[in-house]
């Protein structure tokens, strides 16, 4: 349909969510400043926005839920609520990569986990990438992130059996270990976090940013998909992309935004795409480089009792021994901490098939669960590709030999914490790779196989792609998260960060995010 | 005892390609093999009625029937399930399955030493040819055993008659009922 055919059909409106299946005819907006995405990223900047009097917009590609939507059921809210139906996945098939596709981003289906980026991050990044930040500015925005989530410590209480396992063996050990602080209040421990609360106990940005920058005034339409911004000339930007429909997201009508300012928020590998698709990648050589995917490893025990890991909070203990942070590499060495999915999950991660498989089923009530977090550095790369469903961007990440090391020490240390807590035995995500069955076993983990498609880890921290820098050759937003040489055109959202911000990114992005609108706001733009 | 993991339901592109030009051999395709194609149901909405067929026996390979419990794959009609479950999916991701299922009837066979259709063998033998995809040391092999078999658990212990045998008591919030739902998924 051509441009003519599009009308302006809203325009300083605001206070609003319109879902896509509410449009019956092609939609053109003016605004003053268009986000897209309403993640981490995008939610914060949204709000700082509106409560400011600036004329908002938010579109946000996936579907808009609140807490009744929430079936607690995987095989409906993982399609619905996650990028690609949960299964975004490296290039070589190894990693599964999960981002957040829905009102509120990766928010409603994180671990409800708040650490914040470790200062010999930002030292890291002041020696090696030019970010000479204001860390007194940084901890005042932390500072508000942390009240408007109402951030608090996981209480004793509320550490499930499956926590509390590796609590117990970090102790013995004589190893470092503790609580996550999360943003949860009143939770009935359900243990269905990880796809979408359905009790409104997870604060996500969906129950605070976003609502609060919709009563501001803002305007948050979902289910609309933004693939090309380009600058018009006299100023100003044109996005152009679709609403889609729920589900497939294949194209329904098409949707236009003219907006003085633009602030992609739409994850490391959306943001990155859509630039890529406007023509910003040809000057800008760091677009799409440089990508972190953290990646991760399942190690799972057989305890000889019930642990029942799928109830209670999923993730609340960890085990940080062996963290090594340092201004030199940024975040390193390794940390294990406890997790559960739901059964279907767990089903198709557990080793084997048939019989053997049904019967290690029969014994999943008395598995205990953790993941083993790698920090990398940020070697991966996207390479932007299309389909009908829009982006399929193609990520490839290679892994050092060093990472690998790393990688079985940190499976031998955790194999050896469940031991000392009493396991029978333990797995790690391979098909392949024999159980450990004592601690004499232990230096087998050291020699661990890594080969596609029975070898499995997944990425719940997609970072870079739109790194931030002082250098245009070296990165693609300056220390403003302006896009450079493009006034008006920003990326808020885990893109920017030049290596791992934290081993968990909601509220470094938050973090960021706010500075960033204030930024904006100083600015006067 | 259990991994967690989101479910990697996706079948590569390049297993696409690495089967693809099997099909250009006339004949060598599902389409012309399972004569029982007619005990489809008729309102597949992803798979046709021969990649249905196979896909019920590469799931009663992965979730047999007895064992540990009774309950398999057969008893839940998990082709069926699979083929609602899969609606909404990338054409690449619906592509790589029916060559994944091509390779499955044509090439785990062989790469267990055996001359026949997967879909004729008995079960100890098809879990061999399964048991030989999983160890192959062709990537593309690998991947397929991976994406197979993770559509066919996830789908499988997603369904509630399967939870009794392995303690789960399924969802808190009540079942809604389908006419309260808009679509096939929230």
Redesign the interface.
């Known amino acids: 349909m051509g441009r003519e055919a599009l009308r302006i059909i809203k325009t300083g409106i605001g206070a609003v969510i319109v879902e896509g299946?509410e449009l019956r005819t092609p939609v053109a907006l003016r605004t003053h400043t268009l986000v897209i995405g309403s993640g981490a990223g995008g939610a914060v900047v949204a709000h700082g926005l509106a409560t400011a009097g600036v004329e908002t917009v938010v579109v946000e590609e996936g579907?808009y839920?609140q807490a009744r939507?929430?079936?607690?059921?995987?095989?409906?809210?993982?399609?619905?609520l996650?990028r690609?139906?949960?299964?975004q996945?490296s290039s070589d098939?190894m990693i599964?990569v999960?981002q957040g596709s829905c009102y509120g981003g990766s928010t409603v289906i994180n671990t409800a986990d708040c650490e914040p980026t470790p200062a010999p991050v930002y030292e890291h990044w002041r020696r090696h990438y030019g970010l000479d930040l204001d860390l007194r500015e940084l901890a005042d925005a932390q500072a508000r992130v942390f009240e408007m989530l109402d951030v608090r410590a996981i209480d004793a209480s509320q550490v499930n059996r499956n926590n509390a396992v590796v609590l117990e063996g970090a102790r013995k050990l004589g190893w470092k270990a503790g609580t996550f602080q999360n943003n949860r209040s009143h939770c009935i421990g359900?243990g269905?976090c990880?796809i979408g609360c359905?009790y409104d106990a997870k604060k996500g940005a969906n129950l605070n940013y976003l609502p609060r920058a919709v009563e501001a005034g803002a305007t948050i339409y979902t289910d609309v998909r933004i693939e090309r911004v380009v600058a018009r000339e006299g100023g100003g930007f044109r996005a152009t992309g679709s609403v889609v429909a729920?589900?497939?997201?294949t194209a329904t009508l098409p949707f236009e935004v003219q907006a003085e300012r633009v602030v992609l928020a739409a994850g490391a590998v959306h943001s990155a795409a859509i630039l890529d698709a406007s023509g910003f990648g040809r000057e800008r050589p760091a677009l799409g480089r440089n990508v972190s995917l953290q990646p991760q490893m399942?190690v799972?025990?057989?305890m000889p009792e019930?642990i029942?890991?799928?109830r209670g909070i999923p993730q609340s203990a960890f085990c940080s021994e062996f963290d090594d942070h340092t201004p030199e590499h940024g975040l390193g060495g390794f940390r294990f901490e406890a997790?559960?999915?739901g059964?279907?999950?767990?089903?198709?991660?557990?080793?084997g098939?048939?019989?053997a498989?049904?019967?290690?089923?029969?014994?999943?009530?008395?598995?205990a669960?953790a993941?083993l977090l790698v920090p990398d550095a940020p070697r991966g790369e996207l390479r932007f590709t299309r389909?009908?469903?829009g982006f399929?961007t193609r990520i490839d990440y290679p892994m050092t030999d060093e990472w690998v090391t790393r990688l079985r020490r940190g499976l031998r240390a955790a194999a050896q914490a469940y031991f000392a807590a009493g396991a029978i035995?333990v797995?790690?995500?391979s098909?392949?790779f024999e159980p450990l069955r004592s601690v004499a076993d232990l230096d087998r983990a050291l020699d661990f196989p890594i080969?596609?498609?029975?070898t499995?880890f997944?990425s719940a921290h997609v970072q870079g792609s739109c790194r931030m820098g002082p250098d245009a050759r070296s990165s693609v937003v300056d220390l403003d998260h302006q896009v450079h040489g493009v006034a008006g055109l920003y990326v808020v959202d885990a893109s920017i960060f030049p290596t791992s911000a934290s081993t968990h990114t909601m509220i470094p992005v938050m973090t960021f995010a706010d500075r960033a609108v204030r930024r904006m706001l100083a600015r006067g733009v | 005892m259990a991994i967690p993991e989101v479910s990697r339901r996706v079948f590569l592109r390049r297993s696409v390609q690495a089967v693809g030009a099997l099909s250009l051999v006339p004949g060598f395709a599902l389409g012309c093999a399972p004569a029982d194609a007619w005990r489809a149901p008729s309102d597949l909405r992803v798979l046709d009625a021969a990649e249905w067929v196979l896909l019920g026996v590469v799931a009663d390979t992965f979730v047999p029937q007895g064992g540990a419990f009774e309950l398999g794959a057969r008893d839940v009609d998990l082709a069926t399930r699979i083929d609602a479950f899969l609606v909404g999916e990338r054409i690449t991701v619906l592509r790589g399955l029916s060559a994944a299922l091509l390779l499955i009837e044509w090439g785990s066979p062989l790469a267990s030493g055996r001359v026949a259709r997967f879909s004729k063998l008995d079960a100890d033998a098809r879990s061999a040819c399964i048991a030989a995809l999983r160890d192959s040391r062709i990537a593309v092999l690998r991947e397929v055993y991976a994406g197979v078999k993770q559509l066919c658990l996830f789908t499988f212990y997603a369904i509630d008659a399967s939870w009794p045998a392995v303690g789960y008591d399924g969802p808190w919030v009540a079942k809604p009922s389908e006419s309260s739902r808009q679509g096939s998924a929230p």
């Open positions: 299946r579907g839920f939507d929430m079936t607690q059921r995987d095989e409906q809210m993982i399609p619905a996650y690609d139906r949960g299964q996945l098939g599964n999960l359900s269905y990880l359905a729920r589900g497939s997201r399942s799972a025990a057989r019930d029942i890991a799928w997790i559960s999915g059964i279907p999950q767990i089903a198709a991660g557990l080793a098939f048939g019989h498989h049904k019967e290690a089923m029969v014994h999943a009530r008395a598995g669960l993941l389909d009908e469903r399929a035995e797995r790690f995500g098909d392949i080969r596609s498609g029975v499995h997944l």
